[in-house]
T-cell receptor, first 113, second 114 residues
């Protein structure tokens, strides 16, 4: 069964540092998403990406965040100048043209110290 | 925006019993309601979904019901097994083109005792 792959599985970074979280969506999917889940809380939408541009973003997705699809397979989330409150699980997801096959990756646990 | 409430936050049952998790939503324009199972250290996995033109859907031991008028939907798991133990999230939202951005409930931790 096709999978969304995320790397690394766990990232520890110092406050103020930049991090890049990587995702390989399912190969024929066209919509890509990032979500965040703070420990013990609900999954929250950050941003959606289609046709090489952001299609929607939440209030959480401020100027410290950016996304990129640098090549035909990767989809990245960059967090500039990380803060302690950025510590969370970050999930990537992808879906097909009609929203079919909506699949989440296993997540990257980001710990900011 | 959409607001999804989910109850209970914790549900403990004996193996073989049924489990019911309930959610309400606020946006009458929401048209797609997936349920996700999240095991420790993994991402949410879709287990069943329902669209707004359907009132009930069943897949083996799992069923989902939707009441559009009351804006609530429920997950029913029958003959629970220990491997059903996980956190379950409901979600609600609208498809816009091919994009779907669900609003999640807070999750229900289901514990099935052998």
């Amino acid at each position: 069964e096709p999978e969304v792959t995320q790397t690394p599985s766990h990232q520890v970074t110092q406050m103020g540092q930049e991090v890049i979280l990587r995702c390989v969506p399912i190969s024929n999917h066209l919509y890509f998403y990032w979500y965040r889940q703070i420990l013990g809380q609900k999954v929250e939408f950050l941003v959606s990406f289609y046709n090489n541009e952001i299609s929607e973003k939440s209030e959480i997705f401020d100027d410290q965040f950016s996304v990129e699809r640098p090549d035909g397979s990767n989809f990245t989330l960059k967090i500039r100048s990380t803060k302690l409150e950025d510590s969370a699980m970050y999930f990537c997801a992808s879906s097909g043209l009609t929203g079919d096959g909506y699949t989440f990756g296993s997540g990257t646990r980001l710990t900011v110290v | 925006g959409e607001n999804v409430e989910q109850h209970p936050s914790t549900l403990s049952v004996q193996e073989g019993d049924s489990a019911v998790i309930k959610c309400t939503y606020s946006d009458s324009a929401s048209n797609y309601f997936p349920w996700y199972k999240q095991e420790l250290g993994k991402g949410p996995q879709l287990i069943i979904d329902i669209r707004s033109n359907v009132g009930e859907k069943k897949d083996q031991r799992i069923a989902v019901t939707l009441n559009k008028t009351a804006k609530h939907f429920s997950l029913h798991i029958t003959e629970t097994q220990p491997e059903d133990s996980a956190v379950y999230f409901c979600a609600a939202g609208r498809f816009s083109g091919g994009s779907y951005i669900p609003t999640f409930g807070r999750g229900t931790s289901l514990i099935v005792h052998p």
